[in-house]
């Protein structure tokens, strides 16, 4: 089992950064592939970015490529995404889940844990 709380959400307006952290628990955690999707008001889950098990593979999903980062630091157990040159359109509550096997890019359905979401609000 996996635990995944992400955290670092919040209000920020157009242009600025924000950092998201996803901590994980679990005797295997460190092993899994990590992704982060978000989902907007009325849309559907969506695929931001993911990250393979040592850090050395990422993706990105076409609409924040170049703007957002995906890392990890496995002795924290923990997998960040910096969030730069935020627009209006990247609210969302962001989620952190993780996978077993490695895949680019990962699908919702895909994913063996989430957490809850951290809600990521972008004014104009």
């Known amino acids: 089992q996996v635990q995944l709380v992400e955290s670092g959400g919040g209000l920020v307006q157009a242009g600025d950064s924000l950092k998201l952290s996803c901590a994980a628990s679990?005797?295997?955690?460190?092993?899994?592939?990590m992704g982060w999707f978000r989902q907007a008001p009325g849309k559907e889950r969506e695929f931001v970015a993911c990250?393979?098990?040592?850090?050395?593979?990422?993706y990105y999903a076409d609409s924040v490529k170049g703007r957002f980062a995906i890392s990890r630091d496995n002795a924290k157990k923990t997998v960040y995404l910096q969030l730069n040159s935020l627009k209006p359109e990247d609210t969302a509550v962001y989620y952190c889940?993780?996978?077993?096997?490695?895949?680019?890019?990962?699908?919702?359905?895909?994913?063996?844990?989430w957490g809850k979401g951290t809600l990521v609000t972008v004014s104009s």
């Open positions: 990250i393979n098990w040592s850090g050395g593979r990422a």
């Open positions: 889940a993780a996978r077993a096997v490695w895949s680019a890019p990962m699908v919702a359905d895909g994913m063996d844990y």
């Open positions: 679990g005797r295997t955690a460190s092993s899994y592939a």
